[in-house]
Structures are given as C-alpha cells and as structure tokens.
C-alpha cells in the first residue's frame, strides 16, 4: 500500500476516519543517494527517507518527507529502494518480456549504454517515419494543401500581430466599456477632496502646537496629507477634463480584439503559440513546393538512421547472446542447489519484424527439468513451487549487481518442503548478505535460518480485531519453530528438534 498499490477503503477500520501507512528508509550508498537526488528525492535532517500513505474514503495522498507526489513517482523513487516478490512477481516469469529484463539487469554495465543510444536512435528513426508519411499525399491532396497553407500564413502575416497587443488592448476595451463608471466614481472622489475638513484640522492643529512643540509632528502630517491630496485632486479634475469616449477607437479596439481572438482559437492561446504555429506551417508549405526533393533528403535521412539503429541494435544483441550463456549456466547452478535435480536452462533469442526502443530481440527462458526431455518454453513446463524458485536462483546470481538494498519475499515457500526448503533458506541467507531481506514463511527450515524474528499476531479485545508485530528473542524464536514443527501442541522433543534446527541454521551462515 505504501509503495503505491491499490489500497481498497475498506482497509480502513470501521469507525475510523482514514487508514496510514508509512516506511522509514536509511540510504548509505553514495551511489544510490546520488539517483535519488536525480528524481528530486534527498533525505530529511536525519538522512531518511519517510514514505507514507493516508487512505480516506474517497481518495488516497502519498508523502515522500513531506512532499506530496503522484503515484507513478512514488514507484519511480521507491524502486530504487525496496523491491516485493510474492505470487505475482514469480508469475511474472511467464511472460517473455521479463525474461529479457532480467537479462538486461543481469548485464546493465553493458547493456544500459546501449540501450539508452539506440532508444534515442530509435526515436529518430520514428520521426522520420511519421515524417516521409507526410509525403505520401497525392498530387491533387497536396495542392488543396498548399492552398489551404498559404490562406493560413496570410492571414496570419496580415494581422500583423505583436507580443502584449492582445493585453494592451483588453485593458483599452475595458476601460472604454467602463467609462460612465469611471466617472461617476471620479466625481465622488472630487467631491469627497473639495471639503473643507482638512482645513480645520490644520488650523486646530496650528492652534494646539502654540501650546506644545511636541504636536509639531501631527500638524506636519496633516500639511503632507494637505499636499498629496491637493495633487490627487489636480489629477482627478484633469483625467475627467480630458475623459472621452472615442467611440470611432472604442470600435476600432472592439475589432482587433476579435480578429485577435479568432486567430487565438484557431492557432493557439499566445502570440508565440501564433508565431510558432506560422513558422510551422511555412516549413510544410516549403515542403510541398519543394516536394520531390525534400521526400528525397527524407528518405536519405531515414536509410542513414536506419544502418544506425540496426547497427547499435546489433551491438545489443550481441552483447546480450554472450551474457546469456553465463547467466543461464549461473541460473542452472542455482537451481542445481535449490534440489532441481537434473535440470538445464537457456536462453532463446529470436529476431523482432520491427525495431523497438529496446532493440530488436526477442527473447526467452528455456527449461528442462527431466534427463533426455527437450527444453520447453519456462511457462510451458513450470510449476508454481517451481517458478518460486526458479526466481529466488536469478535473484541469487543477480544479487551482486542488483542495487536496491531491499529486498521482500512473500510465498517464496510456496509447493516446497523438506531438502528442497532448506536449499531455499541457504539461498536467502547468501542474498541477505549484500541485502536487507524480509520474508515472510510458515516453513521451519526457512524461519531458522533469518538473522532475526518477527511474529504476527491477531488477537481480539472488546469486540476489537487488532494486528500485531513484534520483536522475538532467542528462546521465543525457537518456541515458535516449533509450533511450525509441532502444531499446537509443542513437546519436548519438538522444542529440542527446533532448538537443534536453529543451532544447525546459526552454524551454516
């Protein structure tokens, strides 16, 4: 919910005005610290970074350190720090599109230069695509078109509009329309100014400072206010001597105003947008009149960023096909160890019919799980424990590239048990050793092997249903291994098998 997922309202508990969820993360690594800052994120006074949610029933606000942000850039920003596997995510491995980001992910020193050239190739080569489109128009389209083009650009040339006109004249207009307004205020003003109450308060006040110096300053005052008034008076009387209403300019104004506005609607909201959209449809007049030779100059561009693309897609390709062989034999060694006990794994490449911003492969896992039966398409084969696991053996080889420091698995138990769990929980605890990992199991020979312990509990109080987390010790640890061995009822021989499983589990890390 935190990270941006679909929060329901009814995860609010009854009776209460809204539902909040907040993550604290502390980023040591420069290098993360500094993509981060490249996406506007930087650490509070403590050096963290403080994700929350507040879900109300109508709508939902997200905070990173206090600043509001939309959900996209929340899992933008937070992809960088915590990454989630549960069901999902190991189904992700049916499609093949994942499969080639994991490749990509697995070689990104390699790949990511690349793949950031030929995305920019690529939309290059679009753009003169959608360009040389232009110039498939017929001979009778294309001189509709000119016509059409050259009443636009005259109509806009002979305007001759400026930057600011439209505002300059808004405030003429309304000034014009205002008129009989504006004077009848001006005469209150002029009225309100030829009393003689100002006067009195002068010759009072000339009056008190003959009997105290210190009310010099008020009679000072009131011979300023006496001056500035005398000077707003002035200029009133001469604005309503000089006030007309040029009916002739009122229409003139009137005029340009609409002409203005018309050109507006059709063109755009500015002069600029105006100007822009003029110089836009100038260089397409040009490239009508001079049709056959700027189709070919086209044309030319496109084959030259055309060799590019395909070359720099090339290069791609290739360096993916070579890292490939060491990512799926790692991949297979992996799984080797999580109890597949004859397995091979690779990776097919095939050719797209189209460039993309990614390239032009294709690509997907491959997997063999029985001696002398042919490697099939991964989803064609695998099972559910199976693809579990196939996932925690990329996560294994990716975890000395892969630089988000978190790390949550959830049904990553899920159709395992016995040898195959404890091969598991080996996996974990060598991913644990460059990453922060959560997991959350209901399988003994994984819980053993965690550095700590976490039980989540339910428990009713006054017709309340409340959700807690905590902390457990070294003895509470084993007591709960073995509830997990045992069940409810916990014997000795069962808290000695979870106190030996912990110990054995203690000793391998």
């Excluded at 090339?314 to 360096?319: K, P, T």
């Excluded at 009822?489 to 000695?496: M, Q, S």
Aim: charged letters at 30%; aromatic letters at 6%; proline letters at 2%.
């Amino acid at each position: 919910m935190a990270l941006g997922g679909k929060a329901s309202r009814d995860s609010i508990r009854q009776g209460a005005p809204y539902a909040y969820v907040e993550l604290v993360f502390s980023v040591d690594s420069p290098e993360k610290l500094k993509a981060l800052a490249a996406l506007d994120a930087v650490p509070d006074e403590n050096g963290l970074f403080i994700i929350s949610r507040k879900i109300m029933p109508n709508r939902s606000v997200s905070r990173i350190n206090d600043e509001t942000v939309t959900t996209a850039r929340l899992k933008q920003i937070t992809g960088l720090l915590i990454d989630i596997h549960g069901q999902h995510e190991h189904q992700s491995l049916l499609y093949k599109s994942k499969h080639l980001a994991i490749l990509d992910a697995y070689v990104r020193g390699k790949t990511q230069p690349l793949k950031e050239k030929t995305a920019k190739t690529y939309e290059a080569y679009r753009a003169l695509r959608e360009k040389l489109e232009k110039f498939g128009v017929d001979e009778e389209s294309r001189i509709r078109e000119k016509d059409f083009l050259r009443f636009e650009i005259d109509e806009i040339e002979a305007a001759e509009i400026r930057e600011g006109e439209e505002e300059e004249l808004t405030a003429l207009y309304r000034r014009f329309s205002h008129s009989r307004r504006i004077a009848e205020n001006l005469s209150a003003v002029q009225q309100a100014l030829e009393g003689d109450w100002l006067s009195r308060a002068l010759q009072e006040a000339d009056q008190a400072c003959a009997y105290d110096e210190s009310l010099n300053g008020i009679r000072d005052q009131l011979y300023d206010a006496e001056s500035i008034l005398s000077d707003a008076g002035r200029e009133t009387a001469a604005y309503l001597e000089n006030m007309e209403l040029d009916e002739e300019r009122f229409r003139e104004v009137e005029e340009r105003l609409d002409l203005i506005h018309g050109l507006q609607a059709k063109y755009g909201n500015t002069a600029e947008a105006i100007f822009r959209k003029l110089e836009e449809k100038k260089q397409r007049l040009d490239e009508l009149e001079n049709f056959e030779e700027r189709k070919a100059g086209t044309e030319r561009e496109l084959r030259k960023t055309e060799q590019e693309l395909e070359a720099l897609c090339g290069q791609l390709s290739q360096v993916r096909k070579s890292a490939s062989r060491k990512l799926t034999e790692s991949i297979r060694k992996g799984l080797l160890d999580l109890n597949f006990l004859d397995v091979t794994f690779s990776m097919e490449f095939s050719r797209l019919d189209h460039y993309t911003a990614q390239g032009y492969d294709e690509a997907q896992f491959l997997i063999s799980t029985n001696p002398g039966e042919p490697v099939k398409p991964l989803g064609d084969v695998a099972s559910g424990g199976e693809l579990s696991r196939i996932m925690l053996a990329i996560k294994t080889v990716l975890a000395d590239t892969d630089d988000i420091p978190t790390l949550i698995f959830d049904e990553i138990d899920t159709g395992i048990s016995g040898r195959t769990a404890q091969k598991v929980s080996e996996k974990l605890s060598y991913i644990g050793r460059t990453h922060q990992v959560i997991c959350i199991t209901h399988l003994p020979q994984i819980a053993a092997m965690a550095d700590c312990h976490f039980e989540i509990a339910k428990s009713t109080a006054e017709g309340r249903t409340a959700t807690t987390i905590r902390a457990l010790g070294t003895e509470e640890s084993v007591q709960e291994l073995a509830r997990l061995l045992g069940g409810a009822k916990i014997t000795d021989a069962v808290l000695k098998n979870a106190r030996e499983m912990k110990d054995l589990a203690d000793s391998t890390k």
